[in-house]
């Protein structure tokens, strides 16, 4: 586009030039390398003296001299009709010298001018008139032309070159700052570490918008140490493609790459013929080792080739993509840190109780199938199953007294078991990553109705995920036995939930929680129940 460009723009300005030559009398020329003569708007002028043998033999025999020895003197070529030579350059290389035809009111006085009408077979008549109508100029302002001529040519040849310089410099510009504008907005997304797979597709979609290649791909090898997509090969494309067949492709092309070296195809090898012309592949590398694959394959357009841009580009998402995925990494590790660190301490709570072992984990995971079915995305579900997990967290403010009385409580005692919501929130509210969930926790025990606590509030005012965990919290609670009561059946807490449904709990929900698949709470349960040799394993009673 940009060459196309910059040589419309060089003919136009050629034109433009030539025309104004024309204005003041003088006639634009350009010479070949063995001194053929055409001009780039030809006329019946033009026409007339480019077939003019005598004018012919002058440039042929003079063309070496004003190239080579650059000697531009204004020569007579015959009576009235003057040559000034002057060198091509920048653009107008295209021919070997331009000629300025300087036609006096001589020329049609002459014994050449017949010659000439009679070459081209002219009626001298007509062509005197014609002449006589572009009012030639005086012999004795030649000299004078001449210089004017010479020094317009110049002008004209350096604003041609500095409109080529400023074009030039634009499109550099230009794509820098593409390049710069793809990195920003990739990396500004650097912070999304929990969710790799998109930062990848980002980061092929924003090169295909950029870079004019059929498709752009991201494949990362195999092993344990990858984050999600794992070694699922990610494809943008504006185009239907056989993704299972090119991932064979390209995991066969992994076996060859090399950290620190770009693969170009370069139209006759196996690269070309697999994935087309001007295919570029670049390493991603992790502390050195090769973790995966950029690639850009099939270029598009008149330009065949793999141009700096392209693998300057394809060379610095690389090295984000590696700088992405080693933070994605790190990331993994310290979630499952904490994670693990919360479970670790949810699981000693519950250990207080040998009756609620394994009660937070159970409650976890109903709040991610209710969520699920709920139609929560995959990051809400993530952390309704955390908010789940903690829920109970504040009972370590409570005493074991009161967590271990067998019976019923007292007045005090059950106001101390309420406290626990708000102790729970206070404990997480320090935590940023908690800042989502602390509605969850703190309204947990909240009833549809407005009778629950700490705050009363009800229907929709409750935080959704604080509705979520209440009704996993409730069946898992009813189902399991406690101190002061045996566990009852399945069937039995599923149509206590139905009773107090829009009373206690969100009617909504309860429908989509009593249709539920309990199968793998079940089998957590069991899990929970086998580890547990002081309580008696009665899953089969509440079945």
């Given at each position: 586009m940009k060459t196309q460009h910059t040589?419309?723009?060089?003919?136009?300005?050629?034109?433009?030039?030539?025309?104004?030559?024309?204005?003041?009398?003088?006639?634009?020329?350009h010479a070949g390398l063995h001194g053929k003569l055409a001009a780039s708007t030809p006329d019946w002028f033009t026409d007339l003296l480019c077939k003019t043998p005598m004018l012919q033999r002058i440039v042929q025999a003079n063309i070496r001299t004003w190239t080579e020895e650059n000697n531009m003197q204004c020569t007579q070529v015959c009576t009235g009709l003057w040559v000034a030579p002057m060198q091509a350059s920048g653009r107008r290389r295209t021919s070997e010298c331009g000629i300025g035809l300087f036609v006096t009111d001589e020329f049609c006085d002459g014994e050449s001018f017949h010659a000439i009408c009679q070459a081209s077979n002219a009626d001298v008549t007509m062509i005197r008139d014609l002449i006589a109508s572009i009012n030639p100029m005086s012999t004795k302002d030649v000299a004078r032309m001449a210089s004017l001529f010479q020094m317009a040519w110049n002008v004209s040849v350096q604003n041609e070159e500095s409109k080529t310089t400023v074009e030039s410099v634009g499109q550099e510009l230009a794509d820098s700052y593409e390049e710069i504008s793809m990195l920003y907005t990739m990396t500004s997304s650097m912070n999304s570490v929990n969710h790799p797979e998109r930062f990848i597709e980002l980061a092929c979609s924003e090169l295909l918008q950029t870079l004019p290649y059929e498709w752009i791909g991201v494949q990362l090898t195999t092993g344990d140490r990858l984050p999600k997509p794992g070694d699922k090969l990610v494809v943008a494309s504006n185009e239907q493609l056989q993704t299972e067949e090119l991932q064979q492709a390209v995991s066969s092309l992994l076996m060859t790459v090399e950290p620190g070296k770009t693969q170009i195809a370069n139209g006759d090898d196996a690269l070309t013929l697999e994935f087309g012309p001007a295919t570029l592949?670049?390493?991603?590398?992790k502390e050195g080792?090769?973790?995966?694959?950029?690639?850009?394959?099939?270029?598009?357009?008149?330009?065949?080739?793999?141009?700096?841009?392209?693998i300057k580009l394809l060379s610095a998402t690389a090295a984000q993509l590696g700088i992405f995925i080693e933070n994605a990494l790190l990331y993994?590790?310290?979630?499952?840190?904490?994670?693990?660190?919360?479970?670790?301490?949810?699981?000693?709570?519950?250990?207080?109780?040998?009756?609620?072992?394994?009660?937070?984990?159970?409650?976890a995971l109903l709040t991610a199938q209710l969520a699920t079915a709920a139609g929560l995305n995959p990051d809400q579900v993530n952390r309704c199953r955390i908010a789940g997990l903690v829920h109970d967290i504040g009972k370590i403010g409570v005493p074991e007294s009161v967590l271990l009385k067998k019976g019923g409580l007292t007045d005090d005692e059950f106001a101390s078991i309420q406290k626990h919501p708000e102790i729970g929130a206070k404990i997480l509210q320090k935590i940023p990553?908690?800042?989502d969930i602390l509605g969850g926790v703190l309204h947990h025990h909240e009833k549809y109705d407005g009778s629950g606590y700490p705050h009363g509030i009800a229907g929709e005012d409750i935080p959704m995920i604080a509705r979520l965990i209440s009704l996993a919290d409730t069946f898992d609670a009813m189902s399991s036995t406690r101190t002061y009561r045996n566990a009852m059946t399945r069937q039995s807490v599923l149509d206590e939930l139905s009773r107090v449904s829009g009373t206690q709990f969100?009617?909504?929900?309860?429908?989509?929680?009593?249709?539920?698949?309990?199968?793998?709470?079940?089998?957590?349960?069991?899990?929970?129940?086998?580890?547990?040799?002081e309580v008696p394993i009665t899953l089969k009673e509440a079945s």
């Open positions: 040589a419309t723009y060089s003919q136009q300005a050629n034109d433009a030039f030539e025309l104004q030559m024309r204005a003041v009398g003088i006639v634009v020329l592949v670049e390493p991603i590398l080792a090769v973790v995966g694959v950029l690639i850009a394959a099939n270029k598009q357009g008149e330009d065949n080739s793999a141009s700096s841009v392209d993994e590790d310290l979630n499952a840190t904490f994670l693990g660190t919360l479970e670790a301490l949810t699981n000693s709570i519950d250990a207080k109780d040998k009756y609620t072992c394994g009660h937070s984990q159970r409650v990553q908690m800042e969100d009617p909504e929900l309860t429908d989509l929680f009593v249709k539920l698949d309990f199968s793998e709470w079940e089998m957590l349960m069991i899990e929970h129940q086998s580890s547990n040799k």
